[in-house]
């Protein structure tokens, strides 16, 4: 399985609008996407501007699907001009 986590710090400003979004994104994850297995949408109770996200997919092939999805396309657009820091990392889940 190919685990995908990403570390978000969003504007102030816009940290109440990216959780909502952040969270139909993952709905549209895990409905749409039959390789998208755990799409987890995690909040810092300390800091209302960070978010982190665990998401399984079956391998590579199935996370680049998702990244050329329309649902995940229309989600970068909108958040994009929120984000302040972004960092991702991949592993193998064993």
């Given at each position: ?19 909502r ?17 755990v ?52 592993l193998?889940?064993?």
């Amino acid at each position: 399985m190919y685990v995908v986590v990403v570390e978000f710090t969003i504007d102030s400003e816009h940290a109440a609008a990216f959780k909502r979004r952040v969270i139909q994104q993952a709905s549209d994850s895990l409905q749409l996407e039959t390789d998208c297995h755990v799409f987890d949408v995690c909040f810092d109770p300390e800091r209302e501007n960070y978010v982190l996200l665990y998401e399984v997919y079956t391998d590579k092939a199935a996370f680049d699907a998702h990244l050329a999805a329309p649902h995940f396309l229309d989600f970068d657009a909108t958040v994009r001009p929120w984000v302040s820091d972004r960092k991702l990392s991949t592993l193998e889940r064993q």
